[in-house]
């Protein structure tokens, strides 16, 4: 089967059927797995509809039950098992957060790369709650209108800003009705692998900026430990070849030197606690692989942290091309 390329580049773009929006497409049909097992840790009735409005044939079967765990070979089977019960307790980690953060009193939240993220159709919002998702113009759209003609109702105030994180997406938030002046919760899920190492600062340093005391993020990082960033996009991308899947993923990870996530959101004013995956697994009654296979997911951290200062350090300084090594600054949206 001739496979899909999705090598990245500068200034690269997509849709839900390719690159990394084939991703958010992928997680999506893993949640729709997710939510008809028997005692599910997650529900997100609208993941196997935008799945099958996407139109990609492997995922649509997928969420059909032509390609299911029982009858693929006994290596694939078990691979999607680990993928749908990891992308199950992602989910629920970041259900949690916001939660948590609306039962604080916030309310407004801010989705990044939302992709086929759902949680402003299907997370029960306190009234007056507003939730912006920001994603590549053609993924907004396509959400929008799929949901709609789905007939699905938002349960908080839904603001869609169709942006390239690339481009100046703190002013286009503002441009929406964002106010830096109020308490914000902060997903960054599914995110990190697919952003350039300083291009990740960069983003940090934009959501700090825009943080009032009281703020909340939830993110996500491999430590440097263990398999590099492309080792690790190598496995991804095998897993999923196992079952047939014909985009290949392998090219989407940005490798290089990283900023420690708890670190950097410390050193800026960010009270950091963190959790990893393998605990959220015990957490939410799943069992953890300790083999070979998962040793890349073994230590991946789930960060949450509130905003203690008052005050924003300076904005982080981008660097030149010569000093990133021809390095492209691209940005990738949630998974």
């Not at 997928?62 to 680990?82: H, P, T, W």
Request: proline share 7%.
């Amino acid at each position: 089967m001739m496979r899909r390329d999705s090598v990245r580049f500068d200034g690269d773009t997509w849709d839900l059927a390719s690159s990394v929006g084939a991703t958010a497409t992928m997680v999506a049909a893993a949640r729709a797995l997710a939510s008809t097992e028997p005692d599910p840790i997650i529900d997100d009735p609208f993941a196997a509809p935008l799945v099958r409005a996407v139109g990609v044939e492997f995922f649509t079967r997928l969420v059909d039950g032509d390609i299911a765990v029982s009858q693929a070979a006994e290596q694939a089977g078990r691979n999607l098992r680990l993928e749908t019960d990891s992308m199950a307790v992602r989910t629920r980690f970041f259900d949690d957060f916001f939660v948590a953060a609306a039962e604080a009193g916030l309310r407004q939240s801010v989705i990044l790369a939302a992709g086929l993220d759902s949680r402003s159709y299907r997370l029960a919002w306190p009234a007056g709650s507003v939730v912006y998702e920001i994603d590549q113009p053609r993924v907004i759209d396509f959400k929008t209108r799929a949901l709609a003609d789905l007939g699905a109702t938002p349960t908080a105030e839904r603001r869609p800003v169709g942006i390239d994180l690339r481009d100046d997406w703190p002013t286009a938030l503002r441009q929406h009705g964002f106010d830096p002046a109020q308490p914000t919760a902060w997903s960054a899920e599914g995110l990190l692998m697919y952003l350039p190492p300083h291009a990740q600062d960069r983003l940090f340093d934009d959501i700090t900026a825009l943080s009032a005391p009281g703020s909340r993020l939830a993110t996500e990082y491999h430590p440097e430990s263990g398999p590099t960033m492309a080792q690790r996009a190598q496995m991804f991308n095998r897993r999923w070849a196992d079952l047939g899947c014909d985009i290949d993923l392998s090219g989407l990870f940005y490798d290089g030197p990283r900023s420690n996530v708890v670190d950097y959101l410390t050193d800026r004013g960010w009270q950091v606690s963190t959790r990893l995956r393998r605990d959220l697994f015990a957490d939410y009654g799943r069992t953890f692989p300790d083999d070979e296979e998962m040793a890349a997911f073994r230590n991946v951290v789930a960060v949450t942290a509130i905003r203690t200062a008052a005050d924003s350090p300076p904005m982080h300084r981008q660097p030149t091309r010569d000093e990133e090594g021809g390095a492209p600054n691209s940005d990738g949206p949630n998974r």
